[in-house]
């Protein structure tokens, strides 16, 4: 399957974006001169003849608060303007509420809703090519939790698994010792019957 990009293009960029707002060639995002003021490697900032007056106003601090812009004079007291017509709602309405793995069909299932309704979306997506996986020579099981995949190992063979990993099965070797029988020299593998 392809991979699906999103690009945005200028006929898609929305009404606050132009070329040429900071840089002739580039697009950045469009502001009201008279107002704001860029200022490099610190970004916008309201002008100082617009911030006078609010400070001249004892306006000593402001913040966006939800949809409105709070501000706080001097004295404590707050000054609340709506700014709901001004800056458009851009806040999630859909959560993702569960996650589940439907072993007999073979999907993980996703549950998106809100808190303010209980109607909810189902997501499912198929992992069925995932799974069963299939194994090379040396190796058996299908990958679920049911039959993991494991190093197949003959019956009579001298290998064997354990936790630690492969491992000759000292049990199935023949040790060679020394002329006392009390100092070993090593291991060799017995031939194999026909």
């Not at 709070?70 to 709602?89: F, Q, R, W």
């Amino acid at each position: 399957m392809a991979t699906k990009m999103k690009v945005i293009t200028p006929d898609n960029l929305g009404k606050t974006i132009a070329l040429g707002a900071l840089d002739p060639k580039k697009w950045d995002v469009k502001y009201d001169p008279d107002h704001f003021e860029f200022v490099e490697g610190k970004g916008f900032h309201l002008k100082d003849e617009v911030l006078k007056p609010l400070k001249d106003a004892g306006i000593s601090s402001g913040a966006l608060v939800g949809s409105n812009l709070e501000l706080t004079k001097a004295d404590g007291t707050k000054i609340t303007v709506a700014m709901s017509d001004l800056v458009p709602a851009a806040k999630a309405d859909k959560f993702l509420k569960a996650v589940s793995y439907d072993s007999a069909n073979k999907k993980l299932v996703f549950k998106i809703g809100n808190d303010q309704t209980d109607a909810e979306d189902t997501v499912e997506v198929s992992v069925s090519d995932l799974l069963p996986v299939v194994v090379g020579a040396g190796l058996e099981g299908d990958g679920t939790s049911a039959n993991p995949i494991k190093l197949k190992t003959p019956t009579n063979g001298v290998l064997k698994a354990t936790t630690d990993g492969l491992a000759f099965d000292t049990d199935k070797l023949i040790e060679l010792v020394d002329g006392t029988g009390e100092v070993s020299l090593g291991y060799i593998i017995p031939k194999a019957s026909a």
